[in-house]
């Protein structure tokens, strides 16, 4: 167990002492947010208990074959009138992650806060936060295990596919023994895990190709090559025939020239603001940069939406990465 007991028994009391659950994840949800909203939809199946997934946006396409994927409602195509007072936020680093989801939460509404990223404030009622965690899914894990549910092949698989997306295919410094442990026991309940590499992890869609082109193409270094970073505008993605999950990725690439410690992918959201994700080769703590810009993440890979242009950002964070090299 990776936290106290006192956390995981306020976590079993909080799902077992209660009816009906609304479960969000953050905005843009990627394959531990998905994983990790349908394994909690699964688990209070279990409990048999009721529960509404729901996220603002569509969950990426290629996470279609997960048990009740279908079921995470998107708010933006599916307005709900509905108040409800608990709620379970997972994969979320600080409050304002679950987006517009909030309206969906009573005036009092008691908030269960599952997360692995350090940077999270504890904004819920009850918080279990494992920050050494690889994953939101391995948390999961031990929660499955401490309330002594059996897991099944689809709840095994969601748990997979979390692990497998957030330790980049189990290469990342998060991929720990009990990752391994874990990875292992879940190939047991029949896990794909070579179909599910294939998939996630190594299939590209045309378009797909197509923007990391046109990124590559435009990829900018700093005068020490320490720096590296490219930037994708809604032009970009009209271009390229590209969608928002399509981006999934791109940010490595930078990072991954020798001699670069830092890679940055700038995304224009509007003419307003600007999304940075940025990935660490291990010497500069980006979570901290990240949260100078008022967002959050972990020591190598972390994120911000910034106020403000493109070409007054950009400069803003190369001089906030100097700062920390």
């Known amino acids: 167990m990776q936290t106290n007991e006192r956390e995981f028994r306020q976590s079993k009391e909080f799902l077992t002492e209660h009816d009906q659950f609304l479960v969000v994840s953050h905005v843009q949800p990627d394959g531990d947010a998905v994983s990790s909203t349908l394994v909690v939809g699964w688990l209070l199946s279990c409990l048999g208990k009721k529960c509404v997934m729901v996220n603002e ?3 990426p396409k290629r996470m279609a074959y997960l048990w009740n994927a279908d079921q995470i409602q998107d708010l933006s195509q599916q307005p709900l009138d509905q108040k409800f007072s608990h709620v379970i936020c997972v994969d979320c680093a600080d409050f304002k992650r679950v987006g517009k989801t909030k309206e969906l939460f009573a005036e009092n509404a008691k908030i269960l806060n599952i997360d692995h990223h350090p940077t999270n404030d504890g904004y819920g009622m009850f918080n279990l936060i494992v920050p050494n965690a690889a994953a939101t899914v391995e948390i999961l894990f031990d929660l499955i295990q401490y309330m002594n549910l059996e897991l099944n092949e689809q709840a095994a698989t969601a748990i997979y596919t979390g692990l497998l997306t957030d330790t980049g295919g189990f290469r990342y410094s998060s991929t720990s023994p009990k990752v391994m442990a874990i990875a292992s026991k879940l190939l047991e309940y029949g ?7 294939e998939l996630l992890l190594e299939q ?7 923007l990391l082109t046109s990124a590559l193409n435009a990829l900018q270094l700093s005068e020490d090559g320490k720096i590296s970073w490219v930037t994708i505008t809604d032009e970009d993605l009209q271009a390229t025939g590209a969608i928002h999950e399509d981006m999934e990725g791109i940010v490595n690439y930078p990072r991954n020239i020798q001699g670069v410690e830092v890679g940055l992918l700038f995304k224009v959201i509007d003419e307003h603001a600007v999304k940075v994700s940025m ?8 979570a901290k940069v990240a949260q100078s810009f008022g967002g959050g993440g972990h020591v190598r890979a972390a994120g911000a939406r910034i106020e403000g242009t493109l070409d007054t ?10 700062q920390q090299l």
């Open 204 to 210: 590209m869609t045309l378009p797909q190709l197509r």
């Open 313 to 322: 950002i950009i400069p803003r964070v190369i001089e906030q990465v100097k």
């Open 57 to 59: 946006g569509p969950i």
């Open 191 to 197: 896990v794909d895990g070579p179909g599910l590499s």
């Open 279 to 286: 990935r660490s080769a291990g010497k500069v703590d980006v």
